[in-house]
């Protein structure tokens, strides 16, 4: 998986078109409704927080956030948002398929195609696993991914051109049109602005994958979760076949024993 280096310090403009106030929002109410009155936590885990920008909404909304990101580079703006905000976030520098908590938390959240990003299914089902171990019996994780749509109809050959602050984004997608994972590789060109005429050009590539509704249900059922509803990602509505992001609404049975094979690896 990529660091997301030069990606980082331009991610959360290129992601302006995301309302994660409203987002996050959302999310709470899904939570309210399918949440454990017993379960004792008050802690929430953002699993591959990013730059943060989800992390604080959910710390504006009462509850003890902690962020976990394998990306260094990511990690710093989020320390830069809490340096400016205030809010209580802890974070962590952690690969999501090796997470390793003090305790246990009462929902997680793995938002905007994070689990897309992992090379292949048995490392999703390892993420499963650790957040199913580091879950309050009854505890929620919420997640979303790309479907096949997506990538195939909105995502496939297509390129962008970002005007950002200090910089020109060029982005490029590649599709491996083959069922059923669908694979996107993405490269991006940074041509940062220097004095007069001068840039800096920075390239990053990473590659995202579909997991199918069917082997997302199966190893969620074999890592000890029950999947309480899916909706439409975006609109939060019942999912239709040109619906781009899947949002699984999941209850973990809570200190999941792993297998010799999950330690393994």
Known sequence: MSSYGVFAQYYDELTKNV????????????????????????ILLDLACGTGTLSEQFARLGWDVIGADSSAEMLSEALDKKYESGLPVQYLQQDMRALDLFGTVAVTVCALDSLNHLPDAADVRRVFSRVNL??????????????????????????????????????????????????VTVHL???????????????????????????????????GFSVCEVLDGDSFAPPADTTQRLLYIARASGGQQMTRADIAQ
Not at 140 to 165: C, I
Not at 202 to 213: C, D, G, L, Q
């Open 19 to 42: 309302c994660y106030r409203e987002r996050a929002a959302r999310m709470q109410v899904l939570i309210e409704k399918w949440q454990n009155p017993d379960c004792p936590e008050h």
């Open 134 to 183: 580091f879950s309050e019996p009854g505890a929620l994780f919420l997640f979303d991914v790309n479907t096949a749509y997506k990538h195939r109809q909105m995502l496939a050959e297509n390129a962008f051109v970002y005007e950002l602050s200090e910089a020109v984004c060029v982005w490029q997608n590649s599709l491996d049109d083959l069922a059923p994972e669908y694979p």
């Open 189 to 223: 060109d940074f041509f940062e602005h220097l004095e007069g005429d001068r840039y800096r050009r920075s390239e990053e590539e990473f590659t995202e994958r579909v997991w199918s509704p069917g082997l997302i249900e199966e190893m969620l059922a074999d890592t």
